[in-house]
């Protein structure tokens, strides 16, 4: 039974792995920041626990990491999944508005990824899985702020799994495609049909498709992977 700490894990992609690890016998413990209801109700499915933490705030993320570890008694998974998307064309993108995306989907992983690597690294084992985005690897038009954030989080995963290797922990990056999420809920039928047939496999993806792999890189089977990005996409990203 591993021990696993997911943030962003109450929706979406986090709340699919959060169910997946729980489906594979492990234990999980998930931060989540507002959505109380959402929490509760994949608690009760999923027999997950959770804790309310903003991880855009260090000093809120250190906490709450350290009281999940003491909950867990160990950590062996980390997986960063908290994200915020913003679409906008740069002119009207504003300063707030790039910290916030910044503090939530980049900082919050240097933040978990540090505190977990001391853990990881004393006891030479571990997995992290920080959650990307294709649109990290080719950029979005109208999301600078989304990309510039979800491409710092490739470079961070690959310099840190270098880092980590000989203490035998591996770090590795899921960039999802166009999910079949809340964050992609902005768009109309008719844009999301047309934005389906610009995806080779001709759909969106599923949460649980994404959970599937992040899953697969926490075992031993995925030992020898480290420092890779590895896209969830459909081809759309390729």
């Known amino acids: ?3 696993v700490l997911i ?24 931060l989540y920041r507002n959505s109380d209801e959402a929490a509760r109700a994949l ?7 959770c804790l309310r ?30 994200g915020i998307s913003h679409i906008a064309q740069i002119c009207d993108t504003s300063d707030s508005d790039w910290r916030r995306i910044a503090d939530t989907n980049l900082t919050s992983v240097f933040t978990l990824c ?7 690294a004393a006891s030479h084992s571990g997995s992290i899985i920080n959650i990307g985005s294709i649109w990290g690897a080719v950029g979005a038009s109208c ?32 960039e999802p495609g166009v999910i079949d999420t809340d964050m992609n809920a902005c768009f109309s039928d008719s844009e999301k049909r047309a934005l389906a047939k610009e995806i080779p496999v001709g759909r969106f993806g599923q949460a649980w498709e994404v959970a599937r792999l992040v899953h697969f890189l926490s075992t031993d089977g995925a030992r020898y992977i480290t420092a890779q990005c590895i896209g969830v996409d459909g081809g759309f990203g390729r």
């Open 1 to 3: 039974m591993k021990k």
């Open 7 to 30: 943030s962003g894990g109450s929706r979406g992609i986090g709340a699919a792995c959060a169910e997946k690890f729980r489906s594979e016998g492990d234990r999980v413990i998930f």
């Open 43 to 49: 608690c009760e499915k999923s027999g997950a626990e």
């Open 53 to 82: 933490c903003n991880v855009s705030d260090p000093s809120q993320a250190v906490s709450a990491f350290e009281t999940a570890v003491k909950m867990l008694g160990g950590l062996d998974t980390l997986v960063c999944c908290a």
């Open 114 to 120: 540090r505190e977990a690597s001391k853990v990881m």
């Open 143 to 174: 999301e600078c702020a989304y990309s510039a954030s979800k491409a710092g989080v490739r470079g961070l995963t690959v310099a840190l799994a270098k880092e980590l290797a000989p203490s035998g922990v591996t770090v590795n990056c899921v």
